[in-house]
Nanobody, 121 residues
């Protein structure tokens, strides 16, 4: 059974940093591509960053240059380093594992329970 557990969210002031983690279990970690998504109140869930099976990374334009996605295959853990946070980054952040390439609704999609990030001005 695939399990994804996020941690590391919290409340920070604008300009601050947070590091999110997503611990994966119940499957061979390398089987799926991984990504981070977020959903703010009243808004649709949106992709933030993803990492492919070849280690390639992609980012939403809104976070390029500020966020970095990475993974530790030995620990089956995905990370999202978030720097220079802005109030508009406030959202629930979700980890996703899925069929490569990572597309919501395509192939297998597994989600974590989310971790809240709140950025105050």
């Amino acid at each position: 059974q695939v399990q994804l557990v996020e941690s590391g969210g919290g409340s920070v002031q604008a300009g601050g940093s947070l590091r999110l983690s997503c611990a994966a279990s119940g499957y061979t970690y390398s089987r799926y591509c991984m990504g981070w998504f977020r959903q703010a109140p009243g808004k649709a869930r949106e992709g933030v960053a993803a990492i492919g099976s070849d280690g390639s990374t992609s980012y939403a334009d809104s976070v390029k240059g500020r966020f970095t996605i990475s993974e530790d295959n030995a620990k089956n853990t995905l990370y999202l380093q978030m720097n220079s946070l802005k109030p508009e980054d406030t959202a629930m952040y979700y980890c996703m594992a899925g069929t490569c390439p990572l597309v919501v609704g395509r192939g297998r999609n597994y989600w974590g329970q989310g971790t809240q990030v709140t950025v105050s001005s």
